[in-house]
């Protein structure tokens, strides 16, 4: 029973903002919204995580929504390394597992 | 500064055969993490641990077994391995639930034949 909705894939020009969407509207208030990516034939990477406000790193930009059913991540300036599946997981902060769906699989065009 | 490291990263097998996969630590992270990773299933967690002697089980344990007698270590083993357990492998290390980063392996890629 996955929590998270993601497209499929996503294309997005080099330079450009990437926008990657999640849906998780069964979402508890005491979860939290992680998103990992996971480069070809690597392991995954943390990229950010946020409750309800929005959070910013040196990585991404996370946009929750108010009512915290859907975010959106964003890679600001998309270059070719951010080729990447990119996972959508909502868990509580204090939980010891990470459940992975299929996630986004994005592909930055030259 | 080894980090989290996975051996072998290949290996090649037969069906019947016992495999044991090793993952070793050097942070002393509480937490270790074994998934598996099949096309069109995304990663999906087999085993985790939260301490030394304590294991407990993801959502597909069935067919392996795990043991961590140390903090660094985290071995997984496959006692009969089954064509079906043909996947790239991936362990995961993190401090402690509070914590929000879990830190991934190189991975093994398995092949039962």
């Known amino acids: 029973d996955a929590k998270t909705t993601q497209p499929t894939s996503m294309d997005c020009a080099e330079g450009r903002a990437a926008n990657l969407p999640c849906n998780h509207s069964?979402?508890?208030?005491?979860?939290?919204v992680y998103w990992y990516r996971q480069i070809h034939s690597q392991g995954p990477q943390y990229i950010i995580h946020g409750l309800k406000n929005n959070e910013t790193n040196e990585m991404a930009s996370l946009i929750i929504t108010e009512d915290r059913k859907s975010s959106t991540l964003i890679l600001p300036h998309a270059t070719l390394r951010d080729t990447a599946v990119y996972y959508c997981?909502?868990?509580?902060?204090?939980?010891?597992?990470?459940?992975f769906g299929k996630g986004t699989r994005l592909h930055i065009l030259p | 500064d080894a980090g989290i490291t996975q051996s072998p990263r290949y290996k090649i097998t037969e069906t019947g055969r016992q495999v044991t996969l090793m993952c070793h630590q050097t942070w002393s992270h509480s937490y270790m993490f074994w998934y598996r990773q099949d096309l069109g299933h995304g990663l999906r967690l087999i085993y985790y641990s939260a301490a030394a002697d304590i294991t407990d089980k993801g959502e597909v344990p069935d067919g392996y077994v795990v043991s961590r007698s140390k903090t660094e270590n985290f071995p997984l083993t496959l006692e009969s391995a089954t064509r079906s357990q043909t996947s790239v492998y991936f362990c995961?290390?993190?401090?402690?639930?509070?914590?929000?980063?879990?830190?991934f392996g190189p991975g093994t890629r398995l092949t039962v034949l």
């Open positions: 995961a290390s993190t401090p402690g639930v509070s914590y929000n980063e879990q830190f």
């Open positions: 997981i909502v868990r509580p902060n204090r939980d010891d597992k990470i459940i």
């Open positions: 069964t979402i508890s208030g005491n979860e939290y």
